[in-house]
């Protein structure tokens, strides 16, 4: 599994867009980048998952630059309910066995 | 997208004791999976719940330790054995869905070990 590295923490305000990058480097052909939201005594919640340019849902959106080595989840009008940790994770359509790095943990502040 | 239930959602034991967590799903599924997130820590895969044999251990967990049982498609526990407080950790049961690396996961058990 390609490993993946994101920023620890990031704070963010009430309103407000929160991109959160991830970077793989060596991310393979048959790989898909999969963001996965841990709310407190909650187990992660899958929000979007990709391949390549961009892709939204009704929680997010994810880009992707062409050359797939990095990533921007991006969520719009952050609440304090959205107060988390997201996690990137990379790996093809058969890799189940998910590898969780620390993860970013977003913090909103009124 | 299933649903998966998980008793307890904690509890508090004492040390050199065992207990098993239950799993259960909504639906018929191939793929389950057992994690532990240690206080503060991201997630760790401790096993791949098989049914009808045993269960596939990641490097660092053993059978004796964790037992884990499948005996069919839609249930699975894990039982934590001779518990130590370093035991303590919120174990969460996790589904695969086919066609797409991307797993539902139970709400967790909390475990405290005194």
């Known amino acids: 599994l390609a490993k993946t590295t994101q920023p620890i923490s990031m704070d963010s305000y009430e309103g407000q867009e929160v991109n959160i990058t991830c970077s793989h480097n060596n991310i393979a052909t048959n790989d898909y980048i999969t963001w996965y939201q841990q709310f407190p005594s909650q187990g992660p919640r899958f929000i979007i998952q990709g391949y390549k340019t961009k892709v939204t849902n009704e929680v997010a959106s994810l880009f992707i630059p062409a050359d797939r080595k990095s990533s921007t989840l991006s969520l719009p009008r952050f609440s304090l309910s959205d107060t988390a940790v997201y996690y990137c994770l990379v790996g093809d359509s058969n890799d189940y066995k998910l590898s969780f790095g620390a993860g970013t943990t977003v913090t909103v502040r009124a | 997208s299933a649903v998966i239930s998980q008793k307890p959602s904690r509890d508090i034991c004492q040390r050199g004791t065992s207990l098993t967590i239950q799993c259960q799903v909504d639906?018929?599924?191939?793929?389950m999976f057992w994690y532990r997130q240690q206080p503060g820590q991201s997630l760790t895969l401790i096993a791949t719940?098989?049914?009808?044999?045993?269960?596939?251990?990641e490097s660092g967990f053993v059978i004796d330790k964790f037992p884990i049982s499948r005996p069919n498609l839609t249930f699975s526990t894990l039982t934590v054995s001779n518990m130590s407080p370093e035991d303590s950790s919120i174990y969460l049961c996790s589904v695969g869905h086919p066609g797409a690396n991307v797993l539902t996961f139970g709400a967790g058990s909390r475990l405290t070990v005194l």
């Open positions: 639906s018929q599924v191939t793929m």
């Open positions: 719940a098989n049914q009808g044999s045993e269960a596939t251990y």
